[in-house]
């Protein structure tokens, strides 16, 4: 299996990369590519693309992955059979509109690159993340912006829980593919949607507006239990992955 990662200024991959490929795909060969390697060419021998959240407030995604994009990414899902992984910010960006509501409650609005009909509003958890005050310790700082939430899936039961650090809410369109699972957030009034998994062709989306990676053990404070639930749900993505790619890998 050949995993490709976005590597930028400003994305947050290491917790991906490092922490959580690792241990789901041992065997795995993982490579960081650039924004420039999204390309037809470059693109044509990984099974997996990850585009991983951000560092701070202000995404690059519109920067590094300009609206042409779309179709190179497209045609690698739906024809070479790539799954596409995102999580927070690249989820934000995968969607035709997104808004998102900065610490002092402006609204910023944006066009996403459109390849999931609908919008992605956020921060998800903005009366809680928000309210933090900001911290000078660095640690604390990294994570103020965070909610630990529960996550149930429409088709699994999945005792879980994930760190949201400004995700969105997800609001796909009626008129999209159907998708063969959703999650959304358990302890929030209407439970709105988190991520979505969408087969493409003979590939694969899984847009997640949380961070899966993110061990609670990284946090300045104790989650006692909670890594576990964090590993089942890494499990459960990793099998998916591996029953997609079965039958052309014999």
């Known amino acids: 299996m050949r995993i490709a990662i976005l590597e930028a200024q ?19 060969e993982i490579t960081g590519i650039q924004p420039k390697h999204i390309c037809p060419h470059e693109l044509a021998p990984y099974d997996v693309l990850i585009l991983p959240g951000i560092n701070g407030l202000d995404s690059p995604y ?6 042409r994009k779309k179709d190179v990414l497209e045609n690698a899902i739906e024809n ?32 996403g690159l459109g390849i999931l009909k609908g919008r992605a509003d ?5 009366e809680m993340t928000h309210s933090n005050p900001p911290s000078p310790d ?3 700082s990294k994570f ?5 939430a529960d996550i149930e899936s429409s088709k699994n039961y999945l005792p879980y829980q994930a760190l949201d650090v400004n995700g ?30 969408q087969e493409r062709g003979q ?26 639930s964090r590993k089942i749900f890494l499990q459960h993505k990793t099998n998916l992955i591996r029953r997609h790619l079965a039958p052309n890998q014999g």
């Not at 994305?11 to 795995?28: C, H, Q, S, T």
């Not at 519109?62 to 609206?67: R, V």
Request: hydrophobic share 45%; with cysteine; proline share 10%.
């Open 80 to 111: 070479n059979g790539l799954i596409l992984w995102t999580e927070c910010a690249a989820t934000y960006y995968l969607f035709e509109e997104y808004r998102f509501a900065s610490a002092n409650d402006h609204i910023k609005e944006r066009y």
């Open 122 to 126: 956020g921060p998800a958890f903005a």
């Open 10 to 28: 400003r994305i947050a991959g290491y917790e991906i990369k490092v922490l959580a490929l690792p241990l789901m795909f041992p065997d795995a």
């Open 62 to 67: 519109p920067n590094i992955l300009p609206a």
């Open 144 to 148: 103020k912006h965070h909610v630990v």
């Open 168 to 197: 969105p809410a997800l609001y796909p369109s009626s008129d999209n593919l159907p998708f063969s699972e959703v999650f959304k957030y358990a302890g929030m009034p209407k439970k709105p949607i988190c991520g979505l998994i």
């Open 138 to 140: 660095k640690l604390i």
């Open 203 to 228: 590939g694969l989306i899984m847009a997640f507006s949380f961070h899966a990676a993110m061990p609670f053990t990284a946090l300045p404070f104790v989650h006692h239990g909670r890594e576990e």
